[in-house]
C-alpha cells in the first residue's frame, strides 16, 4: 500500500495544518493502527493567507480513500469539505 495525496477544498480561512492533522489522524484505520499523515499543507498566497485549501498525504492509500469517503462533504469549522485524490505520480 503505498502513499496517496489527498486535496482538500472548501477550508475555513482559519483552519490550520495541526487542526487538519488532528482531524485526519484521529481514528485508527481498518488494521487497529494509527492513521500516519506524512505531511499536511494549507495552500497560502505569497503573504501567507490561507487560500481555503490544503493538501495531506498519507502513508498509506488505504487511509486516504477511507479519509474521503468519510469525509468528503463533511462540515470542518462550518463549511462543508470537498476532498479529491490527487492522481499525479509525485507525492513529494
Do not use: C, W
Request: charged content about 30%; hydrophobic content about 40%; overall charge positive.
Amino acid at each position: 500500500d503505498l502513499p496517496a495525496k489527498l486535496i482538500i477544498k472548501n477550508l475555513d480561512f482559519a483552519v490550520t495544518a495541526k487542526e487538519l492533522h488532528e482531524f485526519f489522524s484521529d481514528h485508527p484505520n481498518d488494521h487497529r493502527q494509527k492513521i500516519r499523515l506524512i505531511r499536511v499543507k494549507i495552500h497560502t498566497d505569497k503573504s501567507g493567507r490561507s487560500l481555503g485549501s490544503a493538501e495531506i498525504v498519507f502513508a498509506l492509500k488505504s487511509d486516504a480513500m477511507k479519509a474521503m469517503q468519510e469525509y468528503n462533504g463533511v462540515t470542518l469549522d462550518g463549511r462543508p469539505m470537498h476532498i479529491y485524490l490527487d492522481e499525479s505520480p509525485k507525492i513529494g
